[in-house]
């Protein structure tokens, strides 16, 4: 255990696996208390429980984040006890279709999770921040906010909602002492990816892997960890300078890949 987050309390959902469990380990790590809100509290509560086990402390919390009311009532629940010092808006779910293969649920189910999910924890936690005028809010975008990429359309039609919805509160709440930032990873090994492979490459797995890696230029996807790691630095004091900005974590996938 170490202190750069010693004494906050950090809520992050989508936090029972992947990403978000990667990002609940390391929060933990440096001091925090964390809450790991996630739609299955059986995941929610085994990164608790790995939290606790390292010696840290969290607490599970079940939660659809897209259902506004519910968020509103556990992160109530929370902050009748806690402030929120760190909310970190990691849940979401991905699609693949062009516009022809979108179908209007799928881009109804996109924004309600990628889009609204975002809106309701931030409309649920900013009040408190804005009372103790101290905040920090990091909201996971994409690669797909700022770049074209074949066969994303309801994805990036979300995450570009996510990177313009950071800049217009970091803009609002600077003077509230609150920060906002988004962090837009490329491709991350996660279980989804794995369980994508397993899905739809049963037969070629291992050569359609190394295809998917190579699409970023430093030849390797992202490991949730690094992820991780760059959420707990703007959350840290050390990025007190930083607000209204958007982190590509991406092995040169924006810049370099032309």
């Known amino acids: 255990m170490t202190s750069k987050l010693l004494d906050k309390n950090a809520l992050v959902t989508g936090g029972g696996s992947g990403i978000g469990e990667s990002i609940c380990l390391h929060l933990a790590k440096e001091g925090a208390l964390v809450f790991v809100i996630d739609l299955n509290l059986n995941s929610a509560q085994a990164t608790a429980n790995k939290i606790e086990e390292s010696g840290g402390k969290a607490k ?60 309701n924890a931030m409309s649920a936690t900013i009040a408190s921040m804005k009372a103790r005028q101290y905040g920090v809010i990091i909201n996971m975008a994409s690669v797909a906010s700022s770049v074209g990429i074949a066969d994303r359309f309801a994805y990036s039609m979300t995450k570009g909602a996510v990177l313009t919805m950071t800049y217009s509160t970091a803009k609002d709440y600077i003077n509230d002492g609150i920060r906002c930032n988004c962090i837009a990873p490329g491709r991350v090994h996660t279980p989804f990816v794995d369980s994508y492979l397993d899905n739809n490459y049963p037969d070629n797995r291992d050569e359609m892997f190394e295809k998917l890696s190579k699409t970023q230029p430093i030849g390797r996807m992202g490991q949730a960890d690094e992820v991780a790691g760059l959420v707990t630095y703007l959350c840290s004091d050390q990025a007190a300078f930083i607000t209204g900005s958007n982190f590509p974590i991406d092995g040169g996938f924006v810049t370099l890949n032309n």
């Open 60 to 119: 599970a919390y079940c939660c659809d984040i897209s259902n506004h009311t519910e968020v509103k009532q556990v992160f109530d629940r929370i902050l009748e006890n806690h402030p929120i010092d760190i909310l970190v808006n990691n849940a979401g779910i991905a699609h693949i279709g062009s516009l022809e293969n979108t179908s209007e649920e799928d881009m109804d189910r996109l924004y309600q999770v990628n889009v609204k999910g975002v809106y």
